[in-house]
């Protein structure tokens, strides 16, 4: 599985991005998340998603503000970042796992990963 993000960029403090994840296929029945890593930081996811379902998973630091989404007929999965603050700055990156497993924002140790988009926040 080969994934693309585009959609970051840069912002003022209170707007909006929306980041896409483009899938070459996508795995049905299986996680597909959004991570983070800011400078200096280690990795760290922000929202996952079932594929097919509607199950969504969010790390508490995010709930409230990001949004994920997917379109399965374009094998896309989407995350929608509101009221965006300078710490949210990091390199954005996508991954999908293998089917049939857990899913959550806590494991990071997808299959799959994308090159990742930037997202720069200014104050």
């Known amino acids: 599985v080969q994934l693309v993000e585009s959609g970051g960029g840069s912002v003022q403090a209170g707007g909006s991005l929306r980041l896409t994840c483009a899938a070459s296929n996508f795995i049905s029945s299986s996680c597909m998340g959004w991570f983070r890593q800011a400078p200096g930081k280690e990795r760290e996811g922000v929202a996952s998603?079932?594929?097919?379902?509607?199950?969504?998973y969010y790390a508490d630091s995010v709930k409230g503000r990001f949004a994920i989404w997917q379109d399965n007929a374009k094998a896309t999965v989407y995350l929608e970042i509101n009221y965006l603050r300078p710490e949210d700055t990091a390199m954005f990156y996508c991954a999908a796992d293998r089917p049939w497993r857990r899913c959550s924002p806590m494991r990071t140790d997808l299959a799959f990963w994308g090159q990742g988009t930037q997202v720069t926040v200014s104050s």
């Open positions: 998603i079932y594929t097919g379902t509607d199950r969504t």
